[in-house]
């Protein structure tokens, strides 16, 4: 019983949405009263059922049996419940309709429409196993006092050399009135059942694929806003020690200047308070954007790393295991002086996050960075970090820390080359123009 109750879906918590009546059940609808009334109207003349009752209360009957199936999706279990009373009612008292094959399929259709549309799958169950007990039962109470077998024995006695199968025909006509039955209701069932599995496959499909876009789509908000506010400290440092350094020479000024020195005293008061107020400002629009003053705490925190630090970051990767070869070249000597403090902070941390994938994400145990300068006017610094491992198994990572990458590049007006090498490994490349104009870093 647990077996059938899990293979019709008794336990399981998906509910398929009832669905309101559209053109689709009415197509449902006219198909099946113009089959049934053809099927009628074509037998009519052959005389395998003699018309016993009115034309119109034949047409009734196929009325009241069809038009129900305009709700058999919104209402599947009392749809099913009617139909198999009125099919009952319909072979009892109007056979010349009940029995034609176009009739048939609307039960058909009810109990396809109950495995597959029910809400509540223990009920429909339930139902179905006793439309399925009613009509073996029916069948057994036929096979017992039906006038199906004396009309049988009739046909014998007058064609005693009629051809005999492999079973007599009593035994023949039984299990094949058993066996139609059986594939009929049978069937209904198993099609129905397999339709429901495939709406709770489609809608659980759909509910993951929902799922990650959201979470995917969230992640990567997350890791834009938070690389951007690492962004936007690190360049409040720089900012802000230029700043301070504006207000301590304005101070020095002060005390140098002897031409006018009242006026001269009162406008570099102005400058060394209004440097001292931005840096202030600045510090608590950033700590407001961290969640509030001293939120992750400012005091005591070291000065962010440069390209002179990556001799350090090299040795200490070493020390887990990855060997790193740094190489520069600059042209001319003294090159990378040039880059502006911003800008080695953001090739430092991409560097950092590069060789770190290599760890996590490939098998290789060796690395190279190349670190290019390309002095002034035409100039620009490149950052090319290369492996020759295969990505290991299962660790395909988020993607956040090639974002990060990407959008740091952006901030700087670069380019990025990130993927595998025709080759074989893994390459980072990114490239920064030394000589961006205040237009294009106002813009992006």
């Known amino acids: 019983m647990a077996g059938l109750s899990n293979w019709f879906g008794v336990d399981d918590q998906y509910v398929r949405p009832a669905t309101p009546v559209d053109r689709s059940d009415w197509v449902v609808v006219g198909v099946l009263f113009a089959f049934t009334t053809v099927n009628r109207e074509l037998n009519r003349p ?26 058999r999706r ?48 223990r009920v429909a169950l339930i139902l179905l196993g006793a439309i399925t007990v009613a009509v073996f039962g029916w069948l057994a109470w036929d096979t017992a006092v039906g006038a199906g077998f004396d009309t049988l024995l009739e046909r014998l006695r007058d064609d005693p050399d009629a051809e005999v199968g492999l079973l007599p025909p009593i035994t023949s006509s039984v299990l094949l009135s058993y066996l139609t039955n059986a594939v ?16 709770r496959g489609a809608a659980l499909l759909e509910q993951q694929a929902a799922t990650i876009a959201a979470q995917s789509q969230e992640l990567q908000q997350q890791a834009v806003v938070a690389e951007r506010l690492r962004i936007a400290r690190e360049l409040h440092d720089v900012v802000a020690h230029h700043v301070s350094v ?14 006018d020195p009242e006026q001269a005293r009162t406008a570099l008061l102005v400058v060394e308070e209004s440097a001292r107020t931005a840096v202030a400002e600045m510090r608590g629009l950033l ?43 600059e ?33 290789a145990r060796q690395a190279r960075v190349v670190l290019r300068a390309e002095g002034r006017p035409t100039g620009w610094v490149e950052a090319e970090i290369l492996d020759d491992g295969r990505p290991l198994p299962g660790t395909s990572g988020s993607g956040l820390g090639q974002l990060g990458i990407r959008e740091r590049v952006a901030s700087h007006g670069g380019q990025t080359e990130i993927g595998p090498r025709a080759t074989g490994g893994y390459r980072v490349r990114v490239r920064l123009p030394l000589n961006r104009t205040e237009s294009e870093a106002r813009h992006g």
């Open 74 to 121: 919104r209402y599947p279990v009392l749809v099913a419940g009617y139909a198999f009373v009125h099919f009952f009612l319909a072979c009892t008292l109007v056979p010349e309709v009940g029995y034609l094959l176009g009739y048939q399929a609307i039960l058909f259709f009810a109990l396809f429409s109950v495995a597959a549309w029910a809400r509540d799958r």
């Open 46 to 71: 052959l005389g395998f059922w003699p018309a016993g009752s009115p034309v119109w209360l034949e047409y009734l009957v196929i009325v009241t049996g069809v038009a129900p199936m305009l709700w």
């Open 246 to 259: 504006m207000g301590i020479q304005a101070g020095a000024a002060r005390t140098l200047l002897d031409r």
């Open 184 to 199: 009929y209701v049978l069937g209904a069932v198993v099609l129905g059942r397999n339709r429901w599995w495939q709406a």
């Open 287 to 329: 700590g407001a954007l961290r969640g509030g003053p001293g939120a992750d705490g400012d005091g005591g925190r070291e000065p962010e790393p440069t390209l002179a630090e990556l001799p350090q970051l090299v040795e200490s990767l070493q020390a887990t295991g990855l060997v790193v070869d740094l190489t520069t070249i």
């Open 331 to 363: 042209n001319p000597p003294g090159s990378l002086a040039e880059v502006a403090l911003p800008m080695q902070l953001s090739l430092y941390r991409i560097i950092s996050e590069a060789l770190q994938n290599v760890q996590r994400h490939s098998t």
